[in-house]
Every structure is written in C-alpha cells, then in structure tokens.
T-cell receptor
Framework: NAGVMQNPRHLVRRRGQEARLRCSPMKGHSHVYWYRQLPEEGLKFMVYLQKENIIDESGMPKERFSAEFPKEGPSILRIQQVVRGDSAAYFC????????????FGSGTRLTVV | GDSVTQMEGPVTLSEEAFLTINCTYTATGYPSLFWYVQYPGEGLQLLLKATKADDKGSNKGFEATYRKETTSFHLEKGSVQVSDSAVYFCALSDIQGAQKLVFGQGTRLTINP
C-alpha cells in the first residue's frame, strides 16, 4: 500500500518559468491538501481539494498559483512565472474523508527558484 | 485566528536525557492537537494526537497531554535516543474533523551520543 507520492522530489526553475508539482494520494483517499513550508518555518495551509472540486483555497496566493485534482490522475499544484520567494518545500497530504485526523503526508517537493 | 506557539530551538541533549518541548495554542472552540516529526529530507509523520481535554497521546515513548486550562500540549520523553534527532511540529485542527491544520514553527532537536 504505497503512501502519498509526490514528484518530483526536487525541482529547479528559473525566474519566470512554470512549476508543476504532482501528488498521488493514497489508494482510497479522495481528499487532498497542499501545504507550503518556507525555510525554518512551519507548514502553512494552501488548498484543500476533493476529486474535481476545490473546497477551500483560503491559503493560496491570489495570483500565479492554481491547483486541481481531476477525476483521473494526480493532483497538480501549478505555479506560473515563479519568483525567488516561491522557493520552499511543498507538501501534499491525503485522507479518506474530510478531517485532519486522518492525514498522511507525502515526502514533499523542494522547489528552488534561481 | 487560531495559532500555535512552540518553544524556540534548536534543542541539543545528550542520549538518555529527559525531553520537554513546550507547545501552547490559541483557538476558538475545542481543537484536536497533534505532534508531527520530520526527519531530514522527509515529509511529516504523525507522532501522536489528542482530541479532547485531558486526553494523553503517546507513541514510541513520547507523550503529550491535552491541557485545556493552560491551552498547552507539551511533548515529553523520558530517555531520548540519537535516532530521535529531527524537527518536531505541534499543530491543531480548528475544529474536530476540520480540513486544515495550523502548525507551530517547529523545534529542531539534536541528540548527541
């Protein structure tokens, strides 16, 4: 039973490029959450999705960031026109039902913008 | 809004020492409380949790008790090992079953042999 799979593990982008981060939830999990961890800080909630729906995006920056969780395939966090301040670790978590009690985190994608 | 405050790190101890990492929270309602551990280069793993006042969560020798009167959830271990070296995060969910976690800033723990 594979855990939450995130890829790539490390991603380097030049300023102005696009970054696409993928998250495959655990089998049977239909709820996905994205968090961002800036250097030496805790994780900050970004967005919560169910299949084909964004439920809560209150933590997403208003511009350049978007997320989706299609009916088939992984959840994607997309960052357009990246800037140095986007450099961070991005973690995905999944759960079988709504609620933080059942979270399983992936190993994260470490984005570096040069 | 809801918030979590952890004791400042880094914390360095010798093997077999007693560990306490303080965590206090501010929340409306009655949150669930969690401790997560992050080993170098990895994601977060749930260490323990408590869902109501006076509950004690425990795992791998770590314990934490949900104290509503002091709004605290301090992490303790009686005898630490080198393998416990990691970053520890205290977190809360705003209401039980809610969909998002609020994290503290993390405490880096190093155990020397």
């Amino acid at each position: 039973n594979a855990g939450v799979m995130q890829n790539p593990r490390h991603l380097v982008r030049r300023r102005g490029q696009e970054a696409r981060l993928r998250c495959s939830p655990m089998k049977g999990h239909s709820h996905v959450y994205w968090y961002r961890q800036l250097p030496e800080e805790g994780l900050k909630f970004m967005v919560y999705l169910q299949k084909e729906n964004i439920i809560d995006e209150s933590g997403m920056p208003k511009e350049r960031f978007s997320a989706e969780f299609p009916k088939e395939g992984p959840s994607i966090l997309r960052i357009q026109q990246v800037v140095r301040g986007d450099s961070a670790a991005y973690f995905c978590a999944s759960s079988p039902e709504q609620g933080a009690d059942g979270y399983t985190f992936g190993s994260g994608t470490r984005l570096t913008v040069v | 809004g809801d918030s979590v405050t952890q004791m400042e790190g880094p914390v360095t101890l010798s093997e077999e020492a007693f560990l306490t990492i303080n965590c206090t929270y501010t929340a409306t309602g009655y949150p669930s409380l969690f401790w997560y551990v992050q080993y170098p280069g990895e994601g977060l793993q749930l260490l323990l949790k408590a869902t109501k006042a006076d509950d004690k969560g425990s795992n791998k020798g770590f314990e934490a008790t949900y104290r509503k009167e002091t709004t605290s959830f301090h992490l303790e271990k009686g005898s630490v090992q080198v393998s416990d070296s990691a970053v520890y995060f205290c977190a809360l969910s705003d209401i039980q079953g809610a969909q998002k976690l609020v994290f503290g800033q993390g405490t880096r723990l190093t155990i020397n042999p």
